[in-house]
């Protein structure tokens, strides 16, 4: 997505992980329909699902190994993983979810963690938040005498949870609760809304106690006060049995202090002090990092951005910024990422690559141990491919990936893992099959690979021949170290990670795969194609199957196709471009033309390719509709309300891992789940069914029609409705639009949020600063004693070729920072902390 206005304060929060397994599901007390059944695990955000794994067949301890990661665009509570159990009749009855508050989840951050789950029911299932206003009034009543009431005002909600995939119909009940009395009053009933506004005021009298005297200003006693309180329910009417929605209490002893309260109030589940017993519905293991980014307005950035694009240019490399960060976060795998990310988007990456690739190769040795390290090159140069290399990868790979995994052909060659009935040949011959149709897809790619990786590999490749000039070979291995045993290989291994499959392979196809990646890295290793390297595999089975790959022909296009990766030559395309999957999936489409009352969204497989927007009446029919992606004038986000529709989940295949965008948190805590694809006659209207996919829409068809000539500069965020634009009421219908449309993208760098990634280097300093200040340390410790004879364990750490140098560049940094720490100060003081009970920040009231 693109930025935001670059002039206000953004909170952006993301999401990654693993569910690895669950343990002992229901086994102490669970139903037989649990134990014949089949398993699958869901993630909501609070009770909207926006993911969920394929199914396990019978299996009470199933390993689900599947990572996710996405972008959250909105507000939440409670991230929440359910465990589901699939009957014979293919209902999808719950065993138990973990939900973990959002305040709570830095306490898993990064690591493993067994969770007990919990029982999953109706009254636990509650999301949003009440807004209400408390007062005591006196009032003199016909005999004379005076009488305190109590008037309780409801005035509205926000965020109430979805039933059964739709709005609700919700209604409150408000209840005064004392020890000898329980009087109910109730609102109206608001129709189709997750944030009702009811607006009503209720009056309840106040039992006074006997000793009670006329005073001029009344006060409740203390054993009443402490007695009484508001309770109040949220229901949603329902034709068969209303539904529980949560509730909250609130002491009347809070007016003593003031005579009228008014706050916002978070919902909380009925009985909520009930948990399971550890380990009665089983536990889940999981690996859950969330973070929070609050990025500044962009000037804020421009000292510590500078210093970081400079330097490829500082000599030595490793007295650079980018270096330094490098070095300090060497454990932290993921920490170069904004690094590459930020340099990528200036084009300053190839340059830096080829200064640290040059410093490591000063301490390499051998030709043969090239580039094999976990060393920051190296990271730089995967996480580049990871950016830059996905659609190469969807492009070569996907395909004769899917093929494979759809075919459930038996590839084992390890005599000792063969089933009964395998036939050894048979299985082999599917293997070689399989292994010569992955190797021909890669080999005959290279007109597909991205301009920026060809310039990296072609810097390797000089950089490796300069280094050893007697090895013929070295030019080969330091380019297909990469881009077979790290790219092609690893995404064969685990094809669920790069999103060209779905889900995590089962065993048996995670096997298949695995003899596949481990065949494809060995004829790709320059090292590994003559016949007397045969002894490197360790499996005798492996030896006698790579027999048949030992010919000159494979030799010969490896070194043909790194010879192609690795040149200047300009690539075009040759012929006509294949069509591309970028994304499918069911959504609710609205009829084209038709009014705004009637049934006008019908269920509709939609898909997009390189080429063009088609939509389907299932999977794999025919298109009713095709659209060319040159027809796409823009697309936008629809307002909930813009045809009074309910919020739905559609029947979907799960969703798939990835999609990275940059939206600000709404102010809501539900999103938008419709989006408008704009034409030149009339919007195609889609709902889809969470708002993590709507933005994945958004973000691949904003993608595809980026250079789209004639794009819309504005749009209605709303339907046009008898004969008026809701948004605006603006009568002809062709006017061009009220609201501005978000800015394309005009090439693969503008994907890049800098000031984000610029924000996350900050962070990344800020909580390595002992290291920093070890390291200057270091540097001022070589610098005085001229030479590193006496330097402590720790200072071999760091990567000093010239103290003075990195010394002057650690000061430039760490003023930076604070300079950094100052403005995000500031802001927050500007902010102000949200009061308690404010809608920013609501009371966590009682319940059960």
């Known amino acids: ?82 465990v589901y159990a699939k009957t014979v009749f293919q209902r999808d009855l719950p065993v138990g979810k973990v939900a973990i508050r959002k305040e709570d989840l830095s306490k898993y951050s990064g690591k493993e963690h067994w969770f007990g789950l919990q029982p999953v029911d109706a009254n636990s299932e509650v999301q949003g938040k009440v807004h209400l206003e408390m007062r005591l009034n006196e009032v003199i009543t ?30 409150a009940m408000v209840s005064l609760m004392g020890p000898a009395r329980s009087d109910h009053k109730k609102t109206k009933v608001k129709k189709k809304t997750s944030n009702p506004q009811f607006g009503e005021t209720f009056y309840f009298e106040v039992t006074r106690s006997s000793s009670y005297t006329k005073k001029s200003h009344f006060q409740v006693e203390e054993e009443d006060i402490d007695k009484l309180e508001i309770k109040v329910d949220l229901w949603n009417n329902s034709l068969a049995q209303d539904v529980f929605l949560g509730e909250t209490r609130v002491s009347v002893k809070i007016l003593r202090r003031n005579s009228i309260h008014q706050a916002w109030y978070l919902l909380q589940p009925k009985g909520n002090c009930k948990t399971s017993k550890v380990d009665e519905l089983g536990s889940l293991r999981l690996n859950v990092t969330y973070i929070e980014d609050t990025v500044l307005q962009s000037a804020c950035y421009e000292r510590l951005r500078a210093l ?27 920490a170069v990422l904004p ?23 000063e301490n390499t040795q051998e030709a043969n141990t090239i580039f094999r390290g976990n060393s920051l090159a190296t990271r730089c140069i995967d996480d580049m491919m990871k950016v830059v290399g996905r659609s190469y990868l969807t492009m070569t790979l996907k395909p004769v990936l899917e093929e494979i995994c759809d075919s459930n052909k038996s590839c084992e060659i390890d005599p000792l893992k063969q089933k009964d009935g395998d036939n050894p040949d048979a299985n082999k011959e599917n293997l070689q099959q399989f292994v010569q149709k992955v190797f021909s897809s890669i080999t005959q790619s290279s007109v597909s690979c991205p301009p920026i990786m060809s310039d990296v590999f072609r810097s390797l490749r000089q950089l490796a021949t300069k280094r050893f000039p007697d090895d013929p ?59 007397n390297k045969l002894s490197s595999f360790k499996e005798s089975y492996m030896y006698e199957f790579f027999k048949s790959f030992q010919e000159e022909k494979y030799v010969e296009e490896v070194k043909k196709f790194l010879d192609e990766i690795s040149s200047n030559v300009s690539k075009g395309s040759v012929g006509v471009e294949d069509a591309l999957v970028l994304r499918e999936g069911e959504v609710q489409k609205r009829a084209q033309g038709r009014k705004r009352i009637g049934k006008n969204f019908k ?51 799960p969703r798939q891992n990835g999609g990275v965008w940059s939206l600000r948190v709404c102010d809501g805590l539900f999103s938008s789940q419709m989006f408008q694809v704009m034409l030149s006659e009339r919007p195609l209207y889609i709902q889809a069914s969470n708002c993590v996919e709507v933005c994945e829409w958004l973000e691949v ?64 300093f800020s909580a390595n600063y002992s290291k920093l200040q070890k390291m200057e340390d270091a540097c001022a410790s070589i610098a005085v004693y ?52 404010s809608q920013e920040n609501p009371i966590v009231g009682k319940g059960c």
């Not at 004038?633 to 813009?642: F, I, R, S, T, Y």
Request: charged share 25%; glycine share 6%.
């Open 701 to 764: 068809l904003g993608q595809v029609s980026r250079c789209n000539p004639g794009r819309r500069s504005h749009h209605h965020p709303s339907a046009y409705v008898s004969g008026a634009w809701l948004c605006c009421r603006a009568l002809n219908e062709s006017h061009p639009g009220c609201k501005p449309c978000t800015p394309s993208l005009a090439s693969l760098q503008l994907e890049i949020d800098c000031d984000r990634e610029t924000e996350r280097i900050f962070s990344l």
């Open 473 to 531: 070979h070295v030019q080969y291995s330091a380019v297909s170290s990469f881009v077979f045993l790290r790219f092609f290989a690893v995404a064969v291994l685990s094809p669920h990670t790069y999103q060209l499959r779905p889900h995590h392979p089962d065993n048996e196809l995670t096997r298949t795969l695995t003899l596949i990646s481990k065949t494809i890295q060995t004829l790709g290793s320059w090292g590994s194609l003559s016949r």
């Open 603 to 653: 269920k509709r497989w939609l898909r997009v390719t390189n080429r063009e927007l088609s939509y389907h009446k299932h999977k794999g029919k025919e298109p009713l509709c095709v659209i060319p992606v040159e027809d796409i004038l823009g697309v936008e986000k629809v307002d909930d309300n813009a045809f009074s529709r309910k919020n739905v989940s559609v029947a979907r295949p």
């Open 142 to 171: 016909d005999n004379g005498s005076v009488c305190q009431q109590l008037v309780v005002r409801i005035i509205e909600c926000q965020g109430l949870p979805l039933v059964n995939g739709q709005s609700c119909d919700p209604y």
């Open 308 to 334: 970081m694009l400079k330097s490829p240019d500082v000599k030595p490399i490793s007295a650079s910024a980018a270096h330094i960060l490098g070095d300090l976060c060497r454990e932290r795998y993921e």
């Open 786 to 837: 001229q030479g590193p004879q006496k330097e402590q364990e720790e200072y071999s750490l760091f990567t000093i070729q010239d103290p003075k140098e990195t010394f002057r560049t650690i000061q430039e940094i760490r003023a930076v920072l604070q300079d950094l720490r100052e403005q995000h100060e500031a802001t927050r003081n500007a902010l102000g902390t949200a009061k308690y009970g």
């Open 1 to 82: 997505m693109a930025e935001d206005d670059d002039t206000k304060i953004r909170v952006l929060q993301s999401l990654r992980g693993k569910i690895c397994e669950a343990k002992n599901l229901g086994s102490c007390s669970g139903p037989n329909w649990l134990r014949d059944g089949c398993t699958f695990c869901t993630i909501s955000l609070d009770q909207e699902e926006v993911y969920r794994t394929k199914v396990f067949e019978k299996n009470l301890s199933p390993f689900y190994g599947e990572d996710f990661y996405f972008e959250i665009p909105r507000a939440f509570q409670y991230l929440s993983f359910y």
């Open 339 to 361: 690094m590459v990310r930020l340099l990528l988007h200036h084009n300053n990456l190839v340059p830096f690559v080829t200064a640290v690739a040059a410093l490591e190769l």
